[in-house]
């Protein structure tokens, strides 16, 4: 119940096709997701964060249709695009209790909860913080904070460490890592040494196809 299945996707911006037939499964674990620029990559993830609904085909999500569900399937999705927004001024706990009441906690279950990852991600320490003031590696750490401070079964990361430094990266590398001992991870990303050490299988699109998939 923790897992994705899609079947056939298709969806289309007017007249460009950004995925046509697409089918895939995925288990609890990392998986990879690679393609070039336009291959369909952030139509993908974004059908997956509930963002988007694809316009033919099936997906499920935790075993909730992410169209009939979608409430339901949004619920159990945690999602951290590449370009995300905090709560500049706001500290680094409201920023993570925001985002779980968000989620659907109520308050004090959202004040548990965001206790709980910000020690998981090294930044209790800096709860008092502005976000505004957090270095790339600590504000990255903070995103993935606000998207699984709920604990969701489904993680969808678009490269979640881009512009980091080589240490700010295994930092986020391990707590990726611990995500995927839960739920089901799909990390896109342009780097060979997150691919390694990240991810357990591999999804290729390619033209708005899948390209290949493996182990």
Known sequence: MNGVLASRLRFSYRSRLALNDVSFELSPGVTGLLGPN??????????????????????TLGGFDSVRERDEARRITGYLPQRFELLPTAS??????????????????????AEEILRAVDLWDRRATAARG???????????????????????????????DPIQRVGVRNLVRTLGERATVLVSTHLLEDLVSLTSAVLVLSEGRIASRGK
């Open 134 to 164: 957090l270095s790339g590696g600590m504000r990255q750490r903070l995103g993935i904070a606000c998207a699984v401070v709920h604990k969701p079964a489904i993680v969808v990361l678009d490269e979640p460490t881009v512009g980091l």
């Open 38 to 59: 336009g291959a369909g990559k952030s139509t993908l993830m974004n059908l997956l964060a509930t963002v988007r609904r694809q316009q033919s085909g099936t997906l």
């Open 92 to 113: 680094v706990l409201r920023n993570v209790e925001y985002a779980a009441w968000a989620r659907g906690l109520p308050m004090d279950e959202a004040a548990r909860a």
